[in-house]
């Protein structure tokens, strides 16, 4: 174990000026820890100037913090408004991508640049919207950073300043003050932060944990992989028996496979009962029995991936289970940093359609009333909208409490015989496939990706999810259609609306046309 050294060596530019730049989104205290830096730089005997150019929005805008700072003396130093490119001597980002924007603005170079950065992602808007996996890669970020830097120094900063109760302006200035390249000691930070007057006991626990990390006293904790977490999780003892039995039968399944299915194992057992598991694992060992080695199993590990999604599939019984989960009442208050004695205030919107409410009710009920549109239009008039409902209260606790309860009829609902009814024919029609082209089968499983989320998010899904696999007749017989079928199913996810897919079976098309 280390000791940091009392006083720092400063990083200055050949001015003798030090220049400093936060990237931070609002909402993350870049003004507070901008307040920071420059108190406890005048207190000892500096002459700073700090300037900001915020964004579009708070808790949304990309904002721009900067420090130019040289020591106090007879004549007042010349100080820039924004940073230049290459002009940088210390960068803090307080998330990944910001780090990547500061690095194509040039303001990260090899020759003087620190910089510190935390490794979480806060996904921009344009990463949300897009239906499939829109989050821009970090390693390219963190490759280019360690290219692109003279030194780099990261870390997850927001986790540190979650598991202090405090917000990650604090854990970078421990970051700064522990990568020891300002001319201050660590008491001298503290100080700033206590001058401050507010949140002064959690800033300082994570200013004090980001600094033993950054200053290489303590080592990050490594992340638990799914291999590391207890097989058992959250079972209670009369279940132990049931549950074991199923981890048996998982054994038995191939080892490329058998991770994958423990995963699903557990998604569908935790979103019905251990009867439903058994289910889950009927279907994965029919699929199994069209597979083999020689393909290492890919189509029986990606069966075992979709299946689980398939039969976890979001209803409103599902939706009301999660919200009255302890344990996501408990992340919140924590991601919050509630203080000790306030009340959470929490609001749910909803808005059912329908479809979710006739899906309730018994299967030959909600056959009979989903087929009179007449009473589908008046059901959906009488509960389609927006309601807000404060799940803090109890009234509105106890009835969501008592429908995520009511998951136990599930079985015998409209919708789940709607969701087994198309979860079989879209697995026969894979494993029919499977006789003829292996790599096709493979990806009209990995079609399922395309089915997720509750109400009209679902039925988009569905929509394209129909178009895509209709397309596999087309593209039947070409050495090429496994790809093809990807690449239709990676159109899908670029976009809402479905524009870029309209462009793919368009193309698709074409070759059935000329092969007529």
Not at 16 to 42: F, P, S
Not at 106 to 118: H, K
Not at 315 to 333: C, E, Q, Y
Not at 459 to 488: E, I, P, Y
Request: hydrophobic share 40%; aromatic share 6%; with cysteine.
């Amino acid at each position: 174990m280390s000791k940091a050294p009392d006083m720092p060596k400063a990083t200055t530019s050949s001015d003798g000026i030090i220049k400093l730049a936060i990237m931070a989104v609002g909402g993350q205290g870049g003004g507070v820890l901008t307040n920071w830096i420059e108190d406890c730089a005048r207190r000892n005997g500096y002459a700073v100037q700090a300037t900001s150019v915020a964004g579009v929005a708070q808790r949304t805008g990309a904002t721009i913090y900067y420090i130019e700072m040289a020591p106090a003396g007879d004549r007042e130093p010349i100080f820039s408004l924004m940073p230049a490119a290459g002009d940088v001597d210390i960068l803090l980002a307080a998330e990944m991508m910001e780090a990547g924007r500061a690095i194509l603005r040039g303001f990260v170079t090899p020759d003087r640049t620190t910089l510190i950065a935390s490794t979480h992602r806060a996904l921009a808007v344009s990463e949300k919207t897009i239906p499939g996996d829109g989050i821009s890669s970090t390693q390219e970020v963190f490759a280019a950073a360690g290219i692109a830097a003279r030194r780099f120094v990261h870390f997850d900063l927001e986790k540190v300043a979650i598991e202090a109760g405090s917000v990650i302006s604090a854990s970078l200035l421990g970051a700064l003050a522990g990568a020891q390249c300002l001319p201050f000691t660590r008491q001298q930070f503290e100080e700033s932060i206590r001058i401050s007057g507010r949140g002064v006991d959690t800033s300082l626990h994570a200013f004090g944990h980001a600094f033993d990390l950054a200053a290489g006293i303590q080592n990050p904790e490594p992340e638990p992989t799914p291999a590391d977490l207890p097989v058992a999780d959250n079972v209670p003892e009369h279940l132990r028996a049931g549950w074991q039995q199923l981890e048996t039968r998982l054994e038995q399944l191939p080892e490329p496979v058998r991770a994958m299915a423990r995963r699903g194992l557990r998604a569908v057992v935790d979103y019905q009962d251990l009867a439903y598991g058994e289910e889950y694992l009927d279907h994965v060992f029919k699929v199994l029995e069209c597979d083999n080695a020689e393909d290492q199993f890919r189509l029986t590990h990606e069966a075992a991936k979709y299946l689980a999604r398939a039969m976890a599939y979001d209803d409103t019984f599902r939706v009301a289970d999660l919200k009255t989960r302890g344990r996501r009442f408990d992340r919140i208050a924590r991601e919050m940093a509630q203080p000790d004695g306030a009340r959470m205030k929490l609001t749910e919107f909803m808005h059912p359609r329908a479809e979710e409410i006739v899906g309730m009710m018994p299967h030959r009920l909600g056959l009979f009333l989903s087929r009179r549109p007449r009473t589908m239009r008046f059901i959906d008039r009488l509960f389609n909208r927006g309601r807000r409902l404060r799940t803090d209260r109890l009234p509105t606790f106890v009835m969501l409490y008592l429908l995520g309860g009511a998951r136990r009829w599930r079985r015998g609902t409209l919708r789940h015989a709607q969701e087994v009814t198309h979860l079989q024919s879209w697995l026969d029609e894979a494993l029919a496939v499977a006789q003829r082209d292996y790599g096709l089968a493979v990806e009209l499983i990995g079609n399922r990706r395309l089915i997720k989320g509750y109400s009209d998010t679902h039925a988009r899904g569905l929509s394209k999810f129909d178009r895509v696999n209709q397309a596999a007749r087309q593209l039947s017989g070409r050495d090429d259609a496994a790809q093809w079928m990807a690449r239709l199913r990676e159109a899908a996810l670029k976009d809402e609306k479905g524009v870029a897919l309209d462009g793919a079976l368009k193309t698709v098309a074409s070759f059935a046309e000329a092969k007529d």
